[in-house]
């Protein structure tokens, strides 16, 4: 772009999608082993915005040790006539967007999660200073959002200072938050979409609704509706929400016709309400993900920021890695943890009687919106830190999900010559892809007289 003739790396959407290895990186900001980041954008008076001011408090990238992982707080005040604290979400969420038009600068996630690398090769061509990162997002938010008629920028690394500026930063998020939550989906005649995302998942679309906030936590229906309303051309737009074709599943004919559209047709149907079947797309910035556990037929949740393994056994990281992608996995599910405080949460799973397994950390955010019978009910990785520990927790606690196992046990099972089997693995619903056609078993129980798990060492070779 012409307007960056001064600046040091290229800028345009075709760094978009750009990943940046650990070998490769000069510095990491941000991160899953960073307790305290933020990003965040306040609507000011005119009067106390210094139009195109960049500021840097701590240390600037060039102080940096190469190889260090450091905290970061980046803060945007904006002013316009036309601007209110309504569009704060929108002009936050443009961050991860724009940052990622820079040559080898890499953004994930959003708000408390974020997490940013730079790397080498664009540092020594002189990528050095937050100075430069913020003419550039000075830039383009002034270009792309005419609505925005002063703007500056604040860049914090000294921890200090994050501390400070990060309680305030959590308010923020969760007034916005709490507005959108009386408003439902049966009120509205138009949902959102958003396709910040596909750069990383090309065939994601994210689906905004009241009653189903963004993947990432970020975007709620009122951020959405902001956001079309000023940039209609933008990542994030209007969808018609259509007929209602399916109640209980949360399926609109207008987000299927968005979906096929946006996706290429990669993805024909979306069902909000649901983990299975066709659950809704994951892109790589939620903020959790659910994961079914055949053995108890229920669901766990893990959160990003989560250390160590889960319940069965898998970090966060292989859990995101078996969703992201913009693919639609059953029983997997990217998710916001506002999600988990709506009434449509998989309520056509159980909701939150379909629940075995929540971090402590999430389960404190959201206890107020799980239901008073089964909140003690819900193990967490102080109780139950392997699936045989949950079933005996469950069967102590009488979960609603135990009853489902009474019914299965009392199920006649096939039997060997030599014993009777019960089952490796029952699903609702399990999908097999073969030769082509994708075969969907319904109530399904596996049976096998021993379970072998190898690595696949042919394409560990190919790699």
């Known amino acids: 772009m012409s307007m960056f003739k001064d600046i040091p790396v290229e800028v345009g959407v075709i760094y978009e999608g750009e990943r940046i290895r650990r070998n490769d990186m000069q510095i990491e900001l941000g991160g899953p082993s960073v307790d305290k980041k933020f990003e965040i954008a306040k609507v000011k008076p005119m009067d106390q915005i210094e139009d195109g001011r960049v500021f840097i408090v701590g240390p600037d990238i060039k ?4 190889g260090g992982v450091y905290p970061l707080g980046i803060l945007i005040e904006a002013a316009g006539v036309q601007l209110d604290a309504g569009l704060e979400g929108v002009i936050e969420r443009r961050l991860h967007g724009y940052l ?4 080898g600068f890499m953004h994930l996630n959003q708000r408390y999660d974020i997490w940013m690398r730079i790397g080498k090769k664009s540092f020594q061509k002189g990528l050095n200073s937050f100075e430069i990162v913020g003419k550039v997002l000075y830039r383009l938010f002034k270009n792309e959002l005419s609505i925005i008629e002063k703007l500056q ?5 000294d921890q200090t200072k994050i501390n400070e500026y990060y309680s305030e930063a959590l308010a923020s ?7 959108a939550r009386g408003l439902k989906d049966s009120e509205v ?5 958003c396709v910040l995302c596909q750069s990383f998942a090309p065939s994601h679309v994210c689906v905004i609704t009241p009653q189903r906030y963004s993947n990432c936590g970020a975007i709620s229906w009122f951020d959405g509706k902001a956001s079309a309303s000023i940039d209609p051309k933008g990542p994030i737009f209007a969808i018609p929400r259509g007929e209602m074709i399916n109640e209980e599943k949360g399926e609109f004919s207008g987000i299927n016709e968005t979906a096929k559209k946006r996706s290429m047709g990669e993805v024909t149907k979306v069902w909000l309400y649901t983990a299975f079947d066709h659950p809704h797309t994951s892109c790589g910035c939620f903020e959790a993900v659910t994961f079914y556990i055949p053995e108890v037929d229920g669901f766990g949740i893990v959160q990003r920021n989560f250390k160590g393994a889960t319940v069965n056994g898998l970090p966060f990281s292989t859990l995101a890695d078996s969703t992201a992608g913009g693919r639609q996995i059953d029983g997997f599910h990217g998710m916001s943890l506002e999600y988990m405080r709506s009434s449509k949460f998989f309520a056509a799973d159980g909701g939150w009687n379909r629940v075995v397994w929540v971090p402590k950390e999430v389960k404190e955010k959201v206890k107020d919106f799980i239901p008073k019978d089964i909140i003690d009910k819900i193990a967490t990785e102080e109780v139950a830190k392997n699936i045989d ?3 005996a927790f469950l069967k ?5 999900i135990v009853a489902k196992w009474v019914t299965e046990e009392t199920t006649p099972t096939t039997a060997t010559t030599e014993d009777e089997t019960m089952p490796v693995m029952t699903a609702s619903t399990l999908p097999i892809s073969a030769g082509g056609f994708r075969i969907i078993l319904t109530d399904a ?3 096998a007289s021993k379970v072998v798990i190898k690595k696949d060492e042919t394409k560990a070779e190919k790699r």
Do not use: Q, V
């Open 63 to 66: 102080d940096l040790k190469e």
């Open 396 to 400: 102590d606690k009488n979960h609603p």
């Open 173 to 179: 998020y969760e007034a916005r938050d709490a507005k």
């Open 189 to 193: 005649d138009t949902f959102y979409g």
């Open 445 to 447: 129980k596996i049976y």
């Open 389 to 391: 520990e949950l079933k």
């Open 100 to 103: 990622n038009y820079i040559e």
């Open 153 to 157: 920028i604040t860049f914090i690394t």
